[in-house]
């Protein structure tokens, strides 16, 4: 049904702008509409394929495509912001900020955009393997009007994640966690007056500027969380320093206070001999030890570059850095992309 997309998204939203627009006029009160950007059912950063840890079955382009799509058709439909969500793998969410650059740039104007990631189990990371505040660091730029969690876990489960959060984005934070755990069926149990205990507590911790649930989440529960929020002051955002926010899968910060940063330079061809002979002879195994011993033995950063005659770079790059994707202990550390070349710094990137 992927050719229905436009009209499906097109569609919903113009029922739903009829609505609140209704609402609206009903209760002298504006009500706006959210066209969501889902996470689609492909990841760019894992393999789908354990003997091929470089394999993907999607690119970043193919992804940035279809998020144009979904998102030309919410807004056409009548959405006042777009709220990308349930984001279990951060370069997806990147792919759908850029379809969405791109998409204001041709419609002359913007919306506002919410992002909303999900920590997938008590590992407290996405299942691409970010810890919160990476990933808040990996979609800062973004400038969305907010970031917060979403789906996944329930509200006593998302708790500390979203108290991370609060402290670490200077723009309003949402959440919408699910009704409780699922059961045994895959259904979930939590009474809205439950769930309402629970975030209405989000609230009064000054967590949250926006709350409201996901799955197992009825009119019910919204109604008893509205109730529950309503004589609460929203959450106070906080100053932060400026500072340069890097991120792998963990966050790496360099403050006014920072001293010198340990970039390693062995994953380089063009700085070590034995690296290039690594990658020319496609020994990536090896070539992977050598980026795990530099974030071994201290480096907060790690070069890579592949620029070399004998290489088709390129694909060199995109291969090591899709391999290193799957490896936490290396991925944990930033990635500087080296080349003297442009399309190889984008491949990189992508």
Known sequence: MEDLVPELNRESARL???????????????????????????????SPDVNDPAKRNVTFDALREN??????????????LIMIETIFDTLNAKAAIYALEELFEDLGRRLPVMISGTI????????????TEAFWNSVRHANPLSVGLNCALGAEELRPYLEELSTKADTFVSAHPNAGLPNEFGEYDQTPEEMAAIVSEFAQSGLVNIIGGCCGSTPEHIRAIADAVRPMAPRIIPERSKACRLSGL???????????????????????????RLIVEEDFTTALEVALEQ?????????????????????????????IAGEPDIARVPIMIDSSKWDIVEAGLT
Not at 67 to 80: C, N, P, V
Not at 251 to 274: Q, Y
């Open 16 to 46: 739903a702008r009829e609505v609140c627009d209704a609402v609206a006029a009903e209760t002298d009160i504006p009500r706006y509409v959210a066209g969501v950007l889902g996470p689609t059912s492909r990841t760019a950063s894992l």
């Open 295 to 323: 974030v071994e033995s201290g480096a907060q950063i790690i070069d890579i570059n592949m620029d070399e005659g004998m290489l088709e770079s390129k694909e060199a790059m995109v291969r090591f850095l899709n391999l």
């Open 250 to 276: 963990e966050p790496f910060n360099i403050e006014a206070d920072s001293l010198f940063v340990n970039v390693g330079e062995r994953t380089n061809v063009t700085g070590s001999a034995r690296f290039k």
């Open 120 to 131: 997938t189990d008590a590992s407290g990371r996405t299942l691409s393997g970010q810890t």
């Open 67 to 80: 998020y144009y799509e979904a998102a030309s058709a919410l807004i056409e439909g009548g959405a006042d």
